[in-house]
């Protein structure tokens, strides 16, 4: 309670945008070499937990919204939804989850809507790679963007708020083939809001290890740059001016006048047309960022060279940036300091950790947090 009150309340009441965080399970039995979880196993939390915390909220705040933070929720799909079902239809809170396609189907569809399932946001990563967790098989290219436009108008029917998240730059990524089917899902589904990442190697992960062994990272880039719209890599397949060209299309397409207005077409609902259109104008600051960087690329032979890999020397504009983050606090960490250490891969080792005995000690954790007395 304590907690709730200080994350999710404003001023000690509950708002109409509140949201309560909650898990219902940590880990995927997915292995995407990308994620952070990718060699966590799934753990679902003990059931009474999560029915003690939706009666909670069902007696307390009916209604409120609730953001499952589960790296994968409804893996034991019966068990979770069982749970959620037992709450009265008056007193369920609409939830938010990130879940895989592969889960998404049949009659599973229908119980999401009816506990009021209002936004999920699944992964489609790449249309050459991860198909088994977009429940695909070994398909991929253009008949798997088929059969996923289908999948998400599917969903649709039953949940109003949809997302699909891709990456861009993966080894299986090359040519012009990945950007034309990306901006033909864009154009096939306006209603589901598109989100592209750039690869980024957090440590302990195969894309790390795989991006240390083959001299990929920019080794004097600082961690504070590890996210979109920054490249802490070389590209597999593209250089990065044309790595960056990519992108501006795929921002472009997505930021354009035209997808505005789809997303208000019938298949949305009026609010999330409107948060997708707020979405939209917000992608166009991170389109002016690539722009940016893409400028800087093509005209300082020093950023390029240093995107290229051939030198280590972190560019002047990255210092800055670095210090305009950190405003006054800047002069606490000098030049020198801002270069990471980079580990020596550790996934080979994480991935021989026995599963069992991490999901018994995490069970084990959280049944001594059921029992501690903690007010519910
Ligand atoms: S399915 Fe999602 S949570 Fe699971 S490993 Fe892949 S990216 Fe991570």
């Known amino acids: 309670m304590p907690e709730i009150i200080a994350a999710s309340l404003v001023g000690g009441r509950l708002r109409r945008l509140s949201v309560v965080p909650l898990l219902s399970s940590v880990g995927c039995p997915y292995s995407c070499d990308f994620c952070v979880d990718w060699s966590n196993p799934y753990v679902l939390f003990p059931p009474e937990q999560l029915e003690a915390d939706l009666q909670y909220l069902a007696r307390n705040w009916p209604g409120v919204m609730v953001t499952y933070h589960d790296p994968n929720f409804g893996v034991k799909f019966d068990q979770v939804l069982g749970i959620v079902e037992e709450i009265p239809k008056e007193k369920r809170s609409p939830y938010i989850i990130e879940s895989s396609l592969s889960i998404l189907r049949g009659a599973k569809l229908p119980r999401l809507r009816d506990t009021k399932c209002l936004f999920i946001a699944p992964g489609v990563e790449s249309w050459n790679n991860y198909s088994n967790k977009a429940g695909v098989g070994a398909t991929v290219g253009k008949a798997k963007l088929t059969q996923v436009v289908e999948h998400f108008r599917e969903i649709r029917q039953y949940v109003p ?179 990471p250490e980079l580990e020596k891969p550790a996934s080979s080792l994480a991935s021989t950790a026995p599963g069992g005995e991490v999901a018994d000690r995490l069970t084990a954790v959280i049944r001594s947090r059921a029992a501690d007395g903690f007010p519910r």
């Open 161 to 339: 708020g949809l997302q699909a998240n891709f990456l861009f730059g993966t080894d299986a990524d090359q040519g012009e083939e990945p950007v034309e089917l990306t901006k033909e899902f864009m154009r096939a589904v306006p209603f589901v809001w598109p989100t592209i990442n750039i690869p980024t190697p957090f440590g302990n992960t195969p894309l790390y290890d795989r991006a240390l062994a083959n001299g990929q990272i920019l080794q004097s880039m600082p961690f504070s740059f590890y996210y979109t719209p920054y490249l802490v890599t070389t590209m597999p397949h593209y250089p990065p001016l044309e790595y960056y060209d990519k992108l501006i299309d795929l921002y472009s397409t997505m930021t354009s006048n035209v997808m505005l207005k789809g997303r208000f077409g019938k298949e949305s609902t009026l609010g999330f047309s409107v948060l997708n259109a707020l979405r939209t104008l917000a992608m166009r600051q991170d389109l002016a960022a690539l722009r940016l960087l893409r400028r800087m690329l093509a005209t300082d032979p020093e950023f390029l060279a240093f995107h290229e890999g051939r030198t280590r020397s972190l560019p002047e504009f990255y210092h800055r940036r670095y210090e305009q983050k950190l405003g006054r606090y800047a002069n606490l960490i000098s030049r020198a300091e801002r270069t």
